[in-house]
C-alpha cells in the first residue's frame, strides 16, 4: 500500500461486501487504520448513506481518504462527488489510480464489486494511495472545480 500509515474510511453497500472485505483486510495489514462505515451484512441496504459517513470523515480530516464499495462503483462516486471537499473516482487500474492522485488529487477510491475482480482492486488501491499530487498546472485546474469562497 502506501508507505506511511495513514487513516482510511471504507463503506459499502450489501453488493460490495466481499470486496470491501478483501480491501479493509489489505489496508490493515500494510498498517493503516481503517476506520469502517458499514455495511457488514449481506441485507439490502442504500449505498448513498455509506457514501455520506465516509465523506465526512474525509472533509472533517479524520481520514486522510476514502474507499466506497458497490456493484459499480458508479452510485459511490455520484455519491461521494456531492461533497465538496472530495474527489471521488471509480478506479479499474493502477494506471487510473495515479493519474487521479496525481492530477486530480482524488481523495477517495470507488470500487465496482460486479465489475473489477480482488486482484486488480488491491493493486489499484495500493497504486492510488502510493501517488503524490503533483500541483502545479492540476492545482489551478482544481481551483476552477471548487472555487475559493470570497
Do not use: W
Amino acid at each position: 500500500m502506501s508507505p506511511a500509515p495513514l487513516t482510511i474510511a471504507i463503506g459499502g453497500d450489501h453488493a460490495g461486501l466481499p470486496l470491501k472485505a478483501i480491501l479493509q483486510e489489505a489496508l490493515a495489514a500494510a498498517g493503516h487504520a481503517v476506520v469502517d462505515f458499514g455495511t457488514n451484512a449481506t441485507a439490502s441496504v442504500d449505498y448513498p448513506d455509506f457514501a455520506h459517513q465516509v465523506c465526512a470523515a474525509v472533509e472533517a480530516g479524520r481520514a486522510a481518504f476514502g474507499v466506497l464499495v458497490c456493484g459499480t462503483g458508479i452510485g459511490m462516486q455520484i455519491a461521494a462527488n456531492r461533497h465538496a471537499g472530495i474527489r471521488a473516482t471509480v478506479l479499474h487500474g493502477t494506471t487510473e489510480a495515479r493519474l487521479t492522485r496525481a492530477h486530480n488529487d482524488a481523495n477517495v477510491a470507488c470500487f465496482g464489486a460486479r465489475t473489477t475482480g480482488p486482484e486488480v482492486a488491491l493493486d489499484a488501491l495500493a497504486a492510488f494511495l502510493a501517488t503524490a499530487f503533483e500541483g502545479g498546472r492540476h492545482q489551478r485546474r482544481l481551483d476552477k472545480i471548487n472555487p475559493p469562497v470570497s
